[in-house]
């Protein structure tokens, strides 16, 4: 049920570095969604953006969504190293969330 | 608000028997729940989607007689994973979408380990 793919699959950046990750996926949807999981541990949902939506920002982060690309972005400004964690975006097609493959993302201190 | 008690969160069982974990909404219903697999440093795989007073529907290759789900009430869900072997030891994670303006809420896991 993996629709998504997601890049880089690993990115190691210094602490107050930004992070970019790319999410990309095949079907029309509802919205989209960036979760966080940390390791071992449940998913924490950080932010959702609807189809009609091109930008939305929480915090130090922020997202993008070309739907006309089948495209989302997550940008993680002033990374820190409680930053490090396996973050993954989620389509919402109506019914249920399809899950990309995720990228697992290193902040040294 | 929207929380999702998944409980255990640890367990280890021995081969051959069956395993229960329970995913509960504390502060809202869902008709819905959704149980995923995840292996070590992979992403979540949908194994079934469970419906509150009928039969859940199982993805593709997930088998049902093995991963047996009850969603007998609309905050309660179960996954009893039946006969377990070491292969069905993963991560088991379950959510439900509370119809919120945040996405779904998920479980904090349950690491299955078969020895």
């Known amino acids: 049920s993996q629709q998504g793919e997601e890049d880089p699959q690993a990115l190691s950046i210094q602490e107050g570095e930004n992070a970019t990750m790319n999410c990309s996926y095949k079907t029309s949807i509802n919205n989209l969604q960036w979760y966080r999981q940390n390791s071992g541990r449940g998913l924490v949902h950080l932010i959702l953006?609807?189809?009609?939506?091109r930008e939305k920002h929480s915090g130090r982060l922020r997202v993008t969504l070309d739907t006309s690309k089948k495209s989302s972005s997550l940008l993680i400004t002033a990374s820190r190293a409680a930053d490090t964690a396996s973050y993954f975006c989620a389509t919402d097609a109506g019914n249920m969330l399809t899950f990309g493959g995720g990228t697992r993302l290193m902040v040294k201190p | 608000g929207a929380v999702v008690s998944q409980h255990p969160s640890r367990v280890i069982c021995k081969s051959g028997t069956s395993v229960k974990i329970e995913c509960r909404s504390l502060?809202?219903?869902?008709?819905?729940m959704f149980w995923y697999r995840q292996f070590p440093k992979q992403s979540l795989m949908l194994m079934a989607t469970s419906n509150e007073g009928s039969k859940a529907t199982y993805e593709q290759g997930v088998e049902k007689d093995k991963f047996l789900i009850n969603h007998a009430s609309l905050t309660l869900s179960t996954l009893t994973v039946t006969s377990a072997h070491p292969e069905d030891s993963s991560f088991y994670i379950c959510?439900?979408?509370?119809?919120?303006?945040?996405?779904?809420?998920f479980g904090s896991g349950t690491r299955l380990t078969v020895v």
């Open positions: 959510s439900a979408d509370p119809r919120t303006s945040y996405g779904y809420t």
């Open positions: 502060d809202f219903q869902a008709t819905t």
């Open positions: 953006i609807r189809s009609n939506e």
